[in-house]
């Protein structure tokens, strides 16, 4: 299983930033598509989340400004971010969960400036 996360950078606040996950090596149609982030020095988080029926589900730190997204098609997972805030700095993960399991990608820096 490999989850390659993409799309991190450095933006300002108020601006926008959208990451990328590709799946290989697991069943992507029946695996609920979750992005987490983590601050320095603060615990893991979830952030948003997408089932295999496409029901999204949110933080309510990010609700309205983030979407998530699947395309099964190309085996991709997306967080569109707008509005971006300083404190949505962090190292944000891919993550796969199926019935017996779970698969973390590497993480992709984000960074807001105020």
């Known amino acids: 299983v490999q989850l390659q996360a993409s799309g991190g950078g450095l933006v300002q606040a108020g601006g926008s930033l959208r990451l990328s996950c590709a799946a290989s090596g697991v069943i992507f149609s029946i695996s609920t598509m979750r992005w987490y982030r983590q601050a320095p020095g603060k615990q893991r988080d979830l952030v948003a989340s997408m089932s295999p029926g496409d029901t999204a589900t949110y933080a309510d730190p990010v609700k309205g400004r983030f979407t998530i997204s699947r395309d099964n098609a190309k085996r991709t997972v997306t967080l569109q971010m707008n509005s971006l805030k300083p404190e949505d700095t962090a190292v944000y993960y891919c993550?796969?969960?199926?019935?017996?399991?779970?698969?973390w990608g590497q993480g992709t820096q984000v960074t807001v400036s105020s």
């Open positions: 993550n796969a969960l199926l019935p017996w399991g779970q698969a």
